[in-house]
């Protein structure tokens, strides 16, 4: 597994904007000098905990804006056992920040437990303008995710407690999102394609695209291989 994309120098954003008061209610922008794509909301990953942070999204925003997606990446409050102050930002974020940057179209992307909150975002609280979401490598179903301990317990870490309680932060028992959702995952993840799959199983409107000899650090490498899929997906959704 190539984790090199978390540490590799990018340039800085073009502006940080803020949609609260704390000091993680904040998202960094990239804006192309001509857009050709609607606004890319992304949201990081790193298993809901402070250990990471948005910094290790900067290669792939400066990657899109390259060519012609405004990005802009969300940071939240990550403090094990207080979920709702976590999802809470994540709709702040999204209800604010898109009129900053006078946005009509939102693409919403997240990577792992950002693509978990990417798809919940997208059932329960989908910005205006909403096209469609990518997410890649989501921890999709927190059940599932719990069963197979994934991340030395990071759901039960995340939520306080075992997830049989939060239906409500959970994608795979939550209502279909109304716009298309796609989610990308690579075959050789230690985060198990079954976890994606049964979030398809349950919504069968939705797309699984698995990525051959991909991991989990990859889909979201611009000098990966697997970069081109990732890439037709967004255009595809926002088109």
Same mark, same amino acid.
């Given at each position: 597994?190539?984790? +090199? ?10 502006? /940080? ?25 992304? #949201? ?12 290790? /999204? ?16 969300? @940071? ?25 940057? !006078?946005?009509?179209?939102? #693409? %919403?992307?997240? *990577?792992?437990?950002? !693509? ?15 096209? !469609? ?8 179903? %927190? ?41 990308? *995952? ?10 994606? @799959?049964?979030?398809?199983?349950? *919504?069968?409107?939705?797309?699984? #695209? ?5 991991? *989990? ?6 000098? +990966? ?5 990732? /890439?037709?997906?967004?255009?595809? %959704?926002?088109?």
């Amino acid at each position: 597994m190539d984790r +090199s994309v978390l540490t590799r120098s990018a340039p800085e954003p073009d502006r /940080t904007l803020r949609y609260g008061e704390a000091p993680e209610q904040v998202a960094d922008a990239w804006l192309p000098g001509t857009a050709r794509h609607p606004l890319l909301m992304f #949201v990081h990953g790193g298993y809901w905990t402070p250990q990471y942070d948005r910094t290790h /999204t900067r290669p792939l925003a400066v990657a899109l804006r390259e060519d012609g997606w405004p990005v802009v990446s969300i @940071e939240y409050r990550r403090v094990p056992g207080k979920p709702d102050d976590l999802v809470g930002d994540v709709r702040a974020a999204l209800a604010e920040l898109p009129g900053q940057l !006078g946005a009509r179209e939102v #693409v %919403l992307a997240g *990577h792992s437990a950002g !693509g978990h909150l990417a798809l919940w975002a997208s059932s329960a609280c989908p910005p205006a303008g909403l096209l !469609g979401t990518l997410a890649l490598a989501p921890v999709a179903d %927190l059940m599932l995710a719990h069963r197979l301990g994934l991340g030395d317990g990071a759901v039960a870490a995340f939520l306080g407690g075992p997830p049989d309680d939060r239906a409500d932060l959970d994608p795979v028992r939550m209502p279909a999102p109304e716009r298309p959702v796609v989610l990308l *995952h690579g075959a050789e993840d230690r985060l198990p394609v079954a976890v994606s @799959e049964s979030y398809v199983d349950t *919504h069968p409107g939705a797309k699984l #695209v698995v990525v051959p000899e991909a991991a *989990h650090f990859e889909i979201i490498d611009p000098l +990966s291989a697997a970069w081109p899929a990732v /890439t037709a997906e967004l255009v595809a %959704l926002g088109s």
